[in-house]
């Protein structure tokens, strides 16, 4: 997502540093199986496109 946001506009910085904040403070403590996280980037590798355009899409909202 990072790579979406307008370094310029404190609106961009604002709304990733929020997002950031609830991701780590919902996940900074988690525990899995190797075999979940192989499961997990498998995934997240075959929707690489589909997952880059949803955070193009947030990003734009933002504005």
């Known amino acids: ?6 370094k ?6 604002d709304r990733y540093n ?8 919902r996940c ?3 525990r899995y199986r190797q075999s979940d996280m192989n ?3 498998a995934s997240v590798d ?3 496109a ?3 355009a949803q955070a193009a899409s947030t990003v ?3 504005r």
């Open 1 to 6: 997502m990072s790579d979406y946001i307008d």
């Open 8 to 13: 310029a506009s404190d609106i961009h910085i």
């Open 18 to 25: 929020a997002v950031v904040s609830d991701y780590n403070a």
């Open 28 to 30: 900074s403590n988690y």
């Open 39 to 41: 499961a997990v980037k």
């Open 46 to 48: 075959a929707s690489d």
């Open 50 to 52: 589909v997952l880059k």
């Open 60 to 62: 734009r909202q933002w």
